[in-house]
Structure formats: structure tokens, C-alpha cells
């Protein structure tokens, strides 16, 4: 009896300790998430793990004159989309009158005023004629802003603070693709990581120390002749571990630690054209495009479990992006391609529930700011529609001008890159 005890005790200590762990284990996930909720909402390319999507509260459905609380004329070109945190937005602008220069600014987000301009020479080089020299957006964090640019002397990573003043510059490897370049850099598991998929050259994913530029690790990556332009999306996995998946050419779609820079797993998806727009994730369902010309030509859709990709379902030709990253929000993915039409599947089967023209032919990603979605054109339509598994147009504004950018959307505000001025709109 007194050894049945102990061994009673025994396993109530032991199934404590699992609870306690398990308990403790749920705070800390539930305060990391609180604290990202909490935090600065935009602070890269399409926000949160690049996911496209925002809960911010008080973002204006139906868009007019009056919406525009402030625009500001911008000291020169670029695709780069605005990145914020707290009061101050980021972004990166090209001088086309001065060649050869240009701009980190700091704007803020309340009024519009510029704070701040940063110069950066750089030599001039050949790319495509849509492109623009500053096309890659910005990531910050509570201290720095960080910035990745090409030119002839390879890919140039600068990180200045938040008052402008330059804290570090580090020059990668070499890079080259006949369209330029456009991927982002991203800030994840406390690791800044810049993806380089060139053509014809050594192509590379890094993992640099935010506060110093210190390498913390550096993966080689095949080259083909069609260089990947995608920016990289978050997840996590189903043991709860944080990945970075890519999406390119010569390695079809890759999931990475991004504090090790370990792959996680790998899938061949056979792609012969290039990757433009990034993954979209809805939970284990991974889907990737890739296209040349006027749209999408190739498509992967991949379930991963246990870290063991698999074939999800067949997307099939019509409709594929090419250009836009789509999103997926309560287990729909929305892809809205080169055309500006949408479509919306169920992400466990890939069933086609609705597909509709939605906006203007667009350069720009959509985003989803709670159940309404946000697309721009290339002409300066800005369309709303609901996220939902039935069209339901919202309504739509016309810009003065062109629009490239992707939106970005913090405080209740949305904020909108056209090719001359930065708008902000809200209630």
C-alpha cells in the first residue's frame, strides 16, 4: 500500500509538472501573441508575417474626398510600400531628376510632415521598365529601420535608427536579374533575413543581426535564368515552431528556422518560371505561383504535416496570379491576378467559390482589414469588397493617379503609395 502511494504521488507530481508546463507553456504563447497584437501592427511588406491581414478598428469601407485626412507630395519614384511604427511611417523614394540617388524618409503618421530624409548613392543599372530602383520595402522594429537595395556592387543592406542616423551598412554577395530586384527584407525570430535569388550568379538567403549586421548564418542557393522576386511569409508549424517559407524557381517552396537558417523541409514543385508574388498560408495548405508576361503560368498547392510536404490539390491555369501575393483569411484563399480577377477558394480542397473582376489590371497586393478587402490597380482604383464566400462589392474611390504600392494599414488608418504622393485615410 505505502509503495502503491508513492507511486501515486509519484505520477501526481509527474502529471503537475506536465500541467504546469503545459500551463506555462500557454502563457508565454498567449503573451507573445498579446504582445504581438499589441505591438506596432505594419512594420514590413503586407504586415503581420506578411500575411496581408489587419484588425485594426475604425478603417473606412467606403472611401471618399472626405476619408483623405492628409498627402503628401513624395521627393521621388518607387513601388516600396510604407511600413510604420508608433507615429512615424518609413519608405524609400528614387530621385529621377538627380540619377543615381536615393531616399530612406521618416514621415509623420498623424500629419504627413517629413521628418527626416536619408541620401544613398548608388550606381545606376539596367532593369525592367515597370521596375523601379526602389521597389523593396522597408521592415523596422523599436529601434531601427531597415532597407535592402540592388546595384551593380550586389545587395546592400543600411540600418539606421529612428531619428535618421545611419547605425550600420553591410554589402552581400553579388546579384543580378534582368528585371531587377524587388523582395523585401523581413524581420523574424529576431533575425533579419534578405532572400537573393538571382539569375546566372550565386544566389543566397542570410540571416543578419538586427543591431549589429553581424552574418549569423548564410545559406547558398542554386541560380537559374529566372531570378525569384517574392518576399517570404511566416507560419507556424504544428509543433509550434516559427518558419520562413520562400518561394523560387530552383527550389520550388522552402521552409526555413529563421534563427539557424535550418531547413525545415522542402518541396521540388518543378517551376519553370519565376516567382513573383509570395506564398499564401492558410494553416498546413501552402499555395505558390509562378508566370511571366501578363499573368501566372505554374502553380504549386502543398499540405505540410509533421514537416512532409504534400501534394494538397491542382489550382489548374485560369486565374493564377502572377505579379499580386493573395491572402487567405477563415480558411478561404483570395488571389487576385494580373487581370484583377479574383478568386476565392476553400483552401482544404481548392473548390472555386466565386471568380469575379474585381479592380483594374494591378501591380499591388490586396489586403484584408478584417472581413473587407482592399485592392489597388495600376490606373488608381481603390476597390473594397467583403472577404467572404460570396462577391459582395463594398465600394470603390479613384485616385488621381497610378498605383503600385501595396497599402498599408495601422491605427485605423490605411495608407496609400501612388506614383507622385503618400494618402492617408480614415474616419
Given at each position: 500500500m505505502i509503495v502503491t502511494?508513492?507511486?501515486?504521488?509519484?505520477?501526481?507530481?509527474?502529471?503537475?509538472?506536465?500541467?504546469?508546463?503545459?500551463?506555462?507553456?500557454?502563457?508565454?504563447?498567449?503573451?507573445?501573441?498579446g504582445a504581438t497584437a499589441g505591438a506596432q501592427e505594419w512594420t514590413q511588406f503586407r504586415g503581420p508575417g506578411a500575411s496581408g491581414l489587419s484588425e485594426a478598428k475604425g478603417v473606412p469601407a467606403k472611401i471618399s474626398r472626405e476619408n483623405i485626412k492628409w498627402s503628401t507630395e513624395l521627393p521621388g519614384t518607387g513601388h516600396s510600400s510604407p511600413v510604420l511604427w508608433g507615429d512615424t511611417i518609413f519608405l524609400t523614394a528614387t530621385d529621377g531628376d538627380a540619377g543615381g540617388i536615393r531616399y530612406i524618409m521618416a514621415l509623420d503618421a498623424k500629419t504627413g510632415n517629413e521628418k527626416w530624409?536619408?541620401?544613398?548613392?548608388?550606381?545606376?543599372?539596367?532593369?525592367?521598365?515597370?521596375?523601379?530602383?526602389?521597389?523593396?520595402?522597408?521592415?523596422?522594429n523599436s529601434k531601427s529601420v531597415f532597407v535592402t537595395w540592388t546595384s551593380p556592387k550586389g545587395v546592400e543592406v543600411?540600418?539606421?535608427?529612428?531619428?535618421?542616423?545611419?547605425?550600420?551598412?553591410?554589402?552581400?554577395?553579388?546579384?543580378?536579374?534582368?528585371?531587377?530586384?524587388?523582395?523585401?527584407p523581413v524581420l523574424a525570430g529576431g533575425t533579419l533575413v534578405i532572400g537573393s535569388h538571382g539569375e546566372n550568379?550565386?544566389?543566397?538567403?542570410?540571416?543578419?543581426?538586427?543591431?549589429?549586421?553581424?552574418?549569423?548564418?548564410?545559406?547558398?542557393?542554386d541560380s537559374n535564368d529566372k531570378g525569384a522576386y517574392s518576399t517570404p511569409v511566416t507560419r507556424r508549424a504544428n509543433d509550434g515552431a516559427l518558419e520562413l517559407v520562400f518561394s523560387s524557381t530552383s527550389h520550388g517552396i522552402t521552409a526555413l528556422d529563421p534563427t539557424t537558417?535550418?531547413?525545415?523541409?522542402?518541396?521540388?514543385?518543378?517551376?519553370?518560371?519565376?516567382c513573383v508574388g509570395g506564398p499564401v498560408i492558410s494553416g498546413n495548405t501552402i499555395f505558390v505561383s509562378a508566370g511571366s508576361g501578363q499573368g501566372g503560368k505554374e502553380s504549386a498547392v502543398i499540405n505540410v504535416n509533421n514537416g512532409k510536404p504534400k501534394i494538397a490539390w491542382e489550382a489548374g491555369l485560369k486565374g493564377l496570379p502572377y505579379v499580386p501575393t493573395g491572402f487567405s483569411f477563415k480558411g478561404l484563399m483570395f488571389l487576385l491576378n494580373d487581370g484583377g480577377i479574383m478568386t476565392c477558394r476553400r483552401a482544404?480542397?481548392?473548390?472555386?467559390?466565386?471568380?469575379?473582376?474585381?479592380?483594374?489590371?494591378?501591380?499591388?497586393?490586396?489586403?484584408?482589414?478584417?472581413?473587407?478587402?482592399?485592392?489597388?490597380?495600376?490606373?488608381?482604383?481603390?476597390?473594397?469588397?467583403?472577404?467572404?464566400?460570396?462577391?459582395?462589392?463594398?465600394?470603390?474611390?479613384?485616385?488621381?493617379?497610378?498605383?503600385?504600392?501595396?497599402p498599408a494599414v495601422v491605427g485605423g488608418k490605411i495608407f496609400i503609395r501612388t506614383f507622385s504622393r503618400l494618402y492617408c485615410i480614415g474616419e
Open positions: 502511494i508513492a507511486a501515486l504521488g509519484a505520477r501526481m507530481e509527474a502529471m503537475n509538472h506536465q500541467l504546469f508546463t503545459y500551463v506555462s507553456g500557454v502563457i508565454i504563447m498567449l503573451l507573445g501573441v530624409r536619408n541620401e544613398q548613392t548608388f550606381d545606376i543599372y539596367k532593369q525592367h521598365r515597370f521596375n523601379d530602383f526602389s521597389s523593396s520595402t522597408p521592415c523596422c543600411i540600418a539606421l535608427d529612428h531619428s535618421g542616423k545611419q547605425q550600420w551598412k553591410k554589402v552581400l554577395g553579388k546579384f543580378y536579374a534582368k528585371h531587377g530586384s524587388s523582395a523585401s550568379g550565386a544566389s543566397f538567403i542570410v540571416g543578419l543581426d538586427p543591431e549589429s549586421g553581424k552574418v549569423k548564418w548564410n545559406m547558398k542557393r537558417g535550418t531547413i525545415r523541409w522542402e518541396h521540388d514543385a518543378g517551376f519553370s518560371q519565376r482544404h480542397d481548392g473548390k472555386i467559390l466565386w471568380q469575379e473582376r474585381v479592380v483594374g489590371p494591378p501591380y499591388s497586393s490586396p489586403v484584408c482589414v478584417n472581413d473587407k478587402i482592399y485592392c489597388c490597380s495600376k490606373e488608381g482604383d481603390l476597390n473594397v469588397l467583403l472577404a467572404s464566400d460570396k462577391l459582395e462589392p463594398v465600394s470603390s474611390f479613384k485616385f488621381p493617379e497610378g498605383i503600385y504600392a501595396t
